[in-house]
């Protein structure tokens, strides 16, 4: 645990965060959880994935519609039949508690879901935003979901507003703003390889690896 170390990052959509993350995870060798915390997540509690997978990045005031008056097999056998009714706040704490045990196992990196604030308590631990330029959000968006730019554009604006109001609700800070990182970068100015060379270093140099 003392020499372990845990990155978080949050990002706006589009921004290269993602790629970021998993490039700065592989430069220090270190474990890289995004989607992978579902599974984690699922295997943990007994729960199938469709829940988290439902539940993925929402507040509890976006109850999962449909979802939970329906009945999902459960991974095992011996989840009470009381779980088949939750609310995206029991979802939350199952995976902040799998994100605080694989923080505390080895050093990793984590993308989005208020791995910030859920490890405000580890003793080592980086938390990093990255934004882009509006129209290189735009062209990356475009060209990877093959859409045109009206397209992208609301894309934009509706995940983005689901990650604010996730952040917002479960840490009572302000998504994007300067004062909940360590560092804000725009991923526009040195492009993605040249952003993971400069964060591998505030990396090393924070943590004199």
Same mark, same amino acid.
């Given at each position: 645990m003392e020499t372990n170390y845990a990155i978080s990052i949050g990002r706006q959509l589009g921004s290269g965060g993602r790629e970021i993350g998993e490039k700065l995870a592989a430069r220090l060798n270190i474990q890289f959880l995004d989607k992978k915390l579902i599974e984690m997540a699922s295997e943990q509690s007994?729960?199938? &994935?469709e829940f988290f997978e439902k539940a993925d990045e929402k507040t509890s005031q976006g109850i999962i519609g449909g979802l939970f008056g329906m009945r999902f097999p459960?991974? &095992? !056998?011996?989840?009470?039949?009381? %779980?088949n009714c939750l609310s995206n706040d029991a979802l =939350?704490? @199952?995976? $902040? !508690?799998?994100? #605080?045990?694989v923080a505390d196992a080895s050093s990793c990196l984590?993308?989005? #879901?208020?791995?910030?604030? @859920?490890l405000r308590d580890h003793p080592r631990v980086i938390n990093l935003f990255i934004t882009a330029n509006h129209q290189d959000r735009i062209t990356r968006?475009?060209? #990877?979901?093959? @859409?045109?730019?009206?397209?992208a554009q609301a894309m934009i604006e509706k995940i983005d507003k689901k990650r604010a109001d996730y952040y917002n609700y479960y840490?009572?800070?302000?998504?994007?703003?300067?004062? $909940?990182?360590?560092?804000? @970068?725009?991923?526009?100015?040195?492009?993605? !390889?040249?952003t993971v060379d %400069?964060?591998?270093? =505030?990396? #090393?140099? &924070? =943590?004199?690896?």
């Open positions: 007994g729960l199938c &994935t459960f991974v &095992t !056998d011996g989840v009470a039949s009381s %779980m =939350f704490k @199952i995976q $902040s !508690d799998v994100i #605080r045990q984590f993308v989005g #879901r208020c791995s910030d604030y @859920i968006l475009q060209t #990877r979901h093959t @859409i045109n730019e009206e397209q840490t009572y800070k302000s998504w994007g703003s300067a004062n $909940s990182y360590h560092l804000c @970068i725009n991923s526009s100015v040195l492009g993605i !390889d040249k %400069m964060l591998e270093l =505030f990396v #090393r140099q &924070t =943590f004199a690896l």
